[in-house]
């Protein structure tokens, strides 16, 4: 057997022995042995702090994170065991996420200014010649801050689209299976978000431009 | 300055992409585990017996407007029977109240 297939078919036991595992861990969970839950917060941990990561802002990240292993436990018993309980759990993260920026929006909290460097920012970009001058405008915090600002100009729903399919590059089923949504629904609104975030970097350039000549 | 066009917009489009990957990791310790286990440990005390009977909570759900409906027949049912008791009742302290001798004779 070559070497590749044999890690491949090492790798499948390894999966699939850990999602045997997971269903065991539920089950002892499930049957009142809830420190149990502890092994499945350490397996997981560190991917859902990564998908909320994604979502929001990085000093609400172990909050979200946290919020995301209690409605775990609670809805536990409704975990069919069909799917892995990893994508079971990424759905879970990925709707605690949406809640959050919907609690959020009734606070009306304002969206942070830009200032001329994130403005700058955009110049710089379109003038990087290499790959490697563009992703070290990428790596600038302006990039990180910038999208930010779009992004929180956009609806709950629309935020979490266009950060699903379009950033994390999820598909458009995969994205309706996280969210629980339509796939009509989601593909919708991964197109309408675009328009709005392609709308609103376009304004934001046409201001400073103008600002520019005068 | 440069304009935005169809094709520079796409640049600026996968720099922002670029910077929301280049996120940097998180890490959670385990003072925040510990945390998460104590709001579980919480949760489970309030809410032991569900979990005891996995898919109780869905039943309980499922017969919710049965039971509603066989709550307002009991109570009307109870009603309608003990109103004449009521009345009785209401009228014997009334004669009650009635026969009371003052304090001042």
């Not at chain 1, 009142?32 to 149990?36: A, C, N, P, Q, R």
């Not at chain 1, 536990?76 to 799917?83: A, K, R, V, Y």
């Given at each position: 057997m070559p070497g590749h297939v044999a890690a491949g078919c090492l790798a499948l036991i390894g999966v699939q022995t850990l999602v045997s595992d997971d269903l065991e861990i539920i089950r002892r969970v499930l049957q009142?042995?809830?420190?149990?839950f502890a092994e499945l917060i350490a397996r997981y941990q560190q991917h859902v702090a990564k998908i909320t990561n994604r979502h929001v802002p990085s000093d609400r990240v172990a909050e979200v994170a946290h919020d995301v292993f209690v409605r775990a436990y609670t809805s536990?018993?409704?975990?069919?065991?069909?799917?892995p309980f990893e994508h079971w759990l990424s759905g879970i993260a990925v709707r605690t996420c949406y809640d959050f920026w919907r609690a959020r929006r009734r606070e009306e909290l304002p969206v942070s200014a830009l200032t001329t460097e994130h403005q700058a920012w955009m110049d710089h970009v379109l003038a990087a010649e290499s790959d490697d001058q563009f992703r070290e405008e990428a790596r600038r915090q302006e990039a990180t801050e910038l999208l930010q600002w779009a992004l929180g100009h956009l609806s709950a729903e629309n935020r979490l689209v266009l950060t699903l399919?379009?950033?994390?590059?999820?598909?458009v089923r995969e994205a309706a299976n996280m969210l629980g949504w339509n796939v009509v629904n989601v593909k919708v609104r991964a197109h309408r978000a675009r328009q709005m975030l392609r709308t609103l970097l376009l304004e934001r350039k046409r201001q400073e431009d103008d600002t520019t000549q005068r | 300055m440069t304009r935005l066009n169809d094709e520079n917009l796409k640049k600026v489009e996968r720099a922002l992409t670029e910077a929301h990957r280049l996120r940097q990791e998180p890490s959670l310790g385990a003072d925040w585990t510990f945390r998460v286990m104590r709001d579980i440990r919480r949760e489970a005390a309030g809410h032991g017996q569900s979990m005891m009977f996995p898919g109780l909570d869905r039943l309980v759900w499922r017969t919710a407007a049965v039971a509603a409906v066989l709550a307002l027949v009991f109570t009307g049912s109870v009603l309608f029977y003990t109103s004449r008791d009521v009345v009785d009742l209401t009228a014997l302290l009334s004669n009650e109240v009635d026969v009371v001798v003052p304090l001042s004779e």
């Open positions: 009142g042995e809830i420190d149990s536990l018993s409704s975990f069919s065991g069909q799917t399919v379009h950033l994390d590059g999820y598909s | -």
